[in-house]
T-cell receptor, first 114, second 112 residues
Framework: GQNIDQPTEMTATEGAIVQINCTYQTSGFNGLFWYQQHAGEAPTFLSYNVLDGLEEKGRFSSFLSRSKGYSYLLLKELQMKDSASYLCAVRVPMGGGSQGNLIFGKGTKLSVKP | GAGVSQSPRYKVAKRGQDVALRCDPISGHVSLFWYQQALGQGPEFLTYFQNEAQLDKSGLPSDRFFAERPEGSVSTLKIQRTQQEDSAVYLC??????????FGSGTQLSVL
């Protein structure tokens, strides 16, 4: 089966740093994605890791350890607009010549307070 | 347009009614996915198209759900004889070959 775990909710203060963890157990692995989703809106792409290590993109960084089935999303210099749900997703292989389908966790609702 | 477009944005159906949800993917995107997202949950996979071919429909919850993409562009998700448990947001996503998914804003379906 496929299992992706992440905390349900987190709260942090404006200007601070927050780390959202994700652990996964999947039948196959073709990369790990993080998406941001504001209430009532489409998920938007944040980051992609396929090799172990840290990927940095502005205020957002994402880390992957394939041997541990573990990833985290790090958000720095938090802003009020960062209040949203953060979705961890693993791409698992499919047939038909595609690299795969995304299996999502339930999402972590982040609240940024002044 | 530049993004994935879904219509209608909101749909209210009476139990037993048939509904059709439309997705216009980004032009040229080969892959198209449908997901179902219940309130407070992550998106759950329904079905996948590569051009006009439906390569995976393992996530469709029952035979009341049917999806098509006849010309390899626009896709329609049809739900027959809707039930209350079908109430959810239905997300469509497209990608160029094996790249990141771009999502539409979804259709929020409420079955009364």
């Amino acid at each position: 089966g496929q299992n992706i775990d992440q905390p349900t909710e987190m709260t942090a203060t404006e200007g601070a740093i927050v780390q959202i963890n994700c652990t996964y157990q999947t039948s196959g692995f073709n990369g790990l994605f993080w998406y941001q989703q504001h209430a009532g809106e489409a998920p938007t792409f944040l980051s992609y890791n396929v090799l172990d290590g840290l990927e940095e993109k502005g205020r957002f960084s994402s880390f992957l350890s394939r041997s541990k089935g573990y990833s985290y999303l790090l958000l720095k210099e938090l802003q009020m607009k960062d209040s949203a749900s953060y979705l961890c997703a693993v791409r698992v292989p499919m047939g038909g010549g595609s690299q795969g389908n995304l299996i999502f966790g339930k999402g972590t609702k982040l609240s940024v307070k002044p | 347009g530049a993004g994935v477009s879904q219509s209608p944005r909101y749909k209210v159906a009476k139990r037993g009614q048939d509904v059709a949800l439309r997705c216009d993917p980004i032009s040229g995107h080969v892959s198209l996915f449908w997901y179902q997202q219940a309130l407070g949950q992550g998106p759950e996979f329904l079905t996948y198209f590569q051009n006009e071919a439906q390569l995976d429909k393992s996530g469709l919850p029952s035979d009341r759900f049917f999806a098509e993409r006849p010309e390899g562009s626009v896709s329609t998700l049809k739900i027959q004889r809707t039930q209350q448990e079908d109430s959810a947001v239905y997300l469509c996503a497209s990608s160029a070959k094996d790249e990141k998914l771009f999502f539409g804003s979804g259709t929020q379906l409420s079955v009364l």
